[in-house]
């Protein structure tokens, strides 16, 4: 039993099964297209909300220390992404990093993992961009009927429309190539950056020195509950729930870590790439240093334009700039946080299409969706229906309380490739590495040690979801995926010609 579950694809196999002319994807992008995907994603909600909740809640103005740690432990992890996606450079991310160190087991739990990751998180984020745009159709006096608007909070029968048709109008797109997707993309990151700066530049003007006098503000107990800091951190370690102080800086940091969110996905796209060796480390890192300097700029503005206690949870960065007197700086704000979130969705949607691409190619999933496009060369199949269900998903489902999901779910393949590193270097020490973890395994051990701290710092109802999640996905694995692997299927033929 122990054999089959843990039996590895080798390297080279998994590199030659890209090669198949029907399953082979077109490779069109550059280490700028990798960056722009990883900018294009990372670059969202997160830094658009999420920063005056776990200032005013958290970190007050210390949410840039947040963000600060919370960049470190993606770059912990970029660190060991880069030398397995230069390494073995295949569709399906931390999935075919797991399979070739960790075994079939261990890679069909974390792509049921990914799975789960990305689809919730092309859901949310299409609901958030649903909400802004409605907004600006309400400014503009067009209003949509009630029946047809966001979900959350919403009674009786209703389905987003703009949410489900953002989705159906992205799957047609990434069906129509991967390239296509690229020059949306930079378009789209263009504009979302230039708003960001926007916010750094403009706002460094109206920063009050006196915003900053209580930077780490003193930790104050809290009643159960009423805390975003997990209770598995106080039945482990005994600390009592408290906001602000030095607990909250990392309280916030389990939270801000959804804006780091999508820098993996690039990861995702190394089959496309012409270059993978030598252009994934560069999407990777290059993308996830742009947007760490952004982010922590982003929250040192913003706190010293407005006392933290006085910041806006739902819209911060528009809200404080209304505070000074600038409104149009707000309208400019939303529009660009709207446009942006668009490609959010995009990446997130093509990540997820290529780990179920991967595992259909595997065999663990049908591998009627193994195929490609005759023209386009990219993965249609998979690609129609996961965009259909979470078109519908995001229509029909008030998801504020399965956003937390998603931060489990990529710590989670963080773990997972980082012990897959330090594995992949005592089993294989002959492949070529174009990028090598420096330090292994003191950086994939600290890696794993991060990811699972911030794990802890998520509610104990978030384990529950996902526990529940991986018990589905390991039903599936030995009704369906064990048996019908192309592993399993190689083994048999094996045994017959044996015999």
């Given at each position: 039993?122990?054999?089959?579950l ?6 080279e196999q998994s ?5 198949e ?5 077109k490779?069109s ?17 997160g ?5 005056g909740?776990?200032a005013?809640?958290?970190?007050g103005p210390a ?10 432990v993606c770059?912990l ?6 030398e397995?996606a230069s ?12 399979y070739a160190?960790l075994?079939?087991l ?7 993992d990914?799975?789960?990751?990305f689809?919730l998180g ?16 309400d400014?503009?006096g067009w ?7 966001s979900?959350d909070g919403a009674?009786g029968?209703?389905f987003?429309?703009l ?5 159906l109008v ?6 129509l190539?991967t ?7 930079s378009?789209v ?5 230039t ?7 403009a706002?460094?003007f109206?920063?009050?020195g ?7 503000p003193?930790?104050?107990?809290v009643?159960?509950g009423d805390?975003?800091?997990s209770?598995?951190?106080q ?7 408290s ?5 909250g800086?990392?309280t916030a940091a389990?939270?801000?870590f ?10 995702t796209?190394a ?5 993978p ?5 560069r ?8 947007c760490?300097t952004l ?18 949870i739902?819209a911060?960065?528009?809200?404080a ?5 600038h409104?149009?700086f ?7 946080a709207?446009?942006?979130?668009t490609?959010?969705c995009?990446?997130l949607?093509l ?7 991967a595992m259909?190619r595997?065999g ?17 199949r998979?690609t129609i229906?996961?965009g ?10 008030p998801?504020?309380e399965?956003?937390e999901?998603v931060?489990?779910g ?5 773990v997972?490739v980082a012990i897959g590193?330090i ?15 420096p330090?292994?395994p003191?950086?994939p051990?600290?890696?794993v040690?991060?990811?699972l ?5 998520l ?9 529940i999640?991986?018990v589905?996905?390991?039903?599936v ?5 064990r048996?019908?692997?192309r ?8 045994r017959?010609g044996?015999s």
């Open positions: 039993m122990s054999s089959t843990f039996r590895t694809k080798k390297v590199i030659l099964d890209t090669e002319p029907e399953h082979a994807l490779k992008l550059s280490a700028l297209d990798l960056t722009v995907f990883g900018v294009g994603v990372i670059i969202g909600t830094i658009f909300v999420l920063t909740t776990v005013k809640n958290n970190a949410v840039a220390l947040a963000f600060v740690v919370a960049g470190v770059a992890a970029a660190l060991c992404y880069a397995f390494t073995v450079p295949v569709a399906g991310s931390a999935y075919t990093f797991s160190s075994g079939e261990p890679a069909w739990i974390i792509g049921w990914l799975v789960l990751e689809a092309t859901a949310v984020v299409s609901v958030g961009w649903s909400g802004y745009i409605a907004s600006l159709l400014n503009a209003h949509l009927p009630a029946a047809l608007g979900r009674h029968f209703g987003d429309i949410a489900a048709a953002l989705v992205l799957t047609a797109i990434l069906v190539g390239k296509l997707s690229a020059r949306v993309t378009i990151v263009a504009i979302k950056v708003v960001v700066l926007t916010v750094i530049i706002g460094a109206f920063v009050k006196d915003n900053y006098n209580d930077f780490i003193k930790a104050k107990p009643a159960a805390s975003l800091q209770p598995l951190i039945l482990m370690f005994g600390w009592a729930p906001n602000f102080g030095v607990m800086i990392f389990s939270v801000v959804f804006a780091f969110i999508g820098f993996d996905v690039v990861a796209a089959e496309e790439t012409r270059n060796q030598r252009d994934m480390p999407g990777i890192l290059g993308s996830l240093v742009i760490t982010y922590v700029a982003v929250s040192i503005v913003v706190t010293g334009m407005q006392n933290y206690r006085e910041l806006d739902s911060p960065l528009a809200e700039f209304k505070a000074t007197g409104p149009w707000a309208g400019f704000i939303s529009f660009g709207a446009v942006g979130l490609t959010v995009m990446i949607l990540g997820q299409t290529r780990v179920f691409f259909s595997d663990l999933l049908p591998t009627f969706f193994s195929h490609v496009h005759p023209k386009f060369r990219t993965p249609h998979p229906l996961l259909v269900i979470i078109a519908i998903v995001a229509g029909f489902t998801l504020s399965l956003a999901l931060n489990i990529t710590l989670f393949a963080f997972v590193v594995i992949l270097r005592k089993s294989r020490p002959d492949l070529p590495r174009a990028f090598r973890t330090w292994v003191v950086i051990i600290l890696s040690l991060a990811s701290w911030l794990m802890l710092n509610p104990a109802e978030t384990w529950l979801r996902f526990a999640w991986m589905i996905g390991f039903a694995y030995f009704l369906y995926g048996s019908h692997s592993l399993a299927r190689q083994q048999e033929e094996t017959a044996s």
